[in-house]
């Protein structure tokens, strides 16, 4: 039941775009975006309950297709400090969040 | 950033010995979660908790017990350690559950020799 994330790595310049897919074989309660760096703990980004929306800060937003069971993470004009691993979490049992295992976006000067 | 310390940072211990990983928490959060993190499978839960003495099971539980007497502390067990559980391990909680975030820990190094 863990979700599929693609691709599993990623490497852009600085100020290209990315997006990053994340589905489920089951239906979803939520789903969660995380972004981890090399040594550290993830950090939450958004999440997006059921009923399909779509939700945004600054340069990174996410949608999500109740229909489909997926989600994307989309990064606008990506900077330096937006590389690290990024995961999702999915909710098909309530209260526990599966997580994918992870796409890794390297971003180059 | 919310207050959230897990201890030990790191440890080494030998296969068949107990070892408890400790997670406190100064928010004051209902859910409580504990999850390791190994190359190639991402975060997976062993154990959570939605209030003191309620726990439930994750998806990779076996070998682990948890322990909830106190809002602010999450304990988890390895009852007898085996170079399998060689994992990082981090905490999480949140206000609400899932429909809120997770906020993590900084996480345990277990390496079982």
């Known amino acids: 039941q863990q979700p599929v994330q693609s691709p599993q790595a990623v490497i852009l310049r600085e100020g290209e775009d990315a997006v990053i897919n994340c589905s489920s074989s089951?239906?979803?309660?939520?789903v969660h975006w995380y972004r981890q760096k090399h040594g550290e703990a993830p950090v939450f980004l958004m999440i997006?309950?059921?009923?399909?929306e779509q939700k945004g800060h600054d340069k990174i937003s996410a949608s999500f297709n109740e229909k489909k069971q997926q989600s994307s993470l989309y990064l606008t004009a990506s900077q330096l400090s937006y590389s690290g691993t990024y995961f999702c979490?999915?909710?098909?049992?309530?209260?526990?969040?599966?997580f994918g295992t992870g796409t890794r976006l390297t971003i180059i000067p | 950033d919310a207050g959230i310390t897990q201890s030990p940072r790191h440890k080494v211990t030998e296969t068949g010995t107990p070892v408890t990983l400790r997670c406190h928490q100064t928010?004051?959060?209902?859910?409580m979660y504990w999850y390791r993190q190994d190359p190639g499978h991402g975060l997976r839960l062993i154990h959570y908790?939605?209030?003191?003495?309620?726990?439930d099971k994750g998806e990779v539980s076996d070998g682990y017990s948890v322990s909830r007497s106190k809002t602010e502390d999450f304990l988890l067990t390895l009852e007898s350690a085996t170079s399998s559980q060689t994992s990082v391990y981090f905490c999480?909680?949140?206000?609400?559950?899932?429909?809120?975030?997770?906020?993590f820990g900084n996480g345990t190094r277990l390496t079982v020799t």
């Open positions: 997006l309950l059921k009923g399909g």
């Open positions: 999480a909680i949140s206000a609400t559950g899932t429909n809120s975030p997770l906020h």
């Open positions: 089951k239906a979803l309660y939520s």
């Open positions: 908790s939605y209030g003191v003495k309620d726990t």
């Open positions: 928010e004051n959060h209902r859910y």
């Open positions: 979490g999915t909710e098909i049992i309530r209260e526990k969040l599966t």
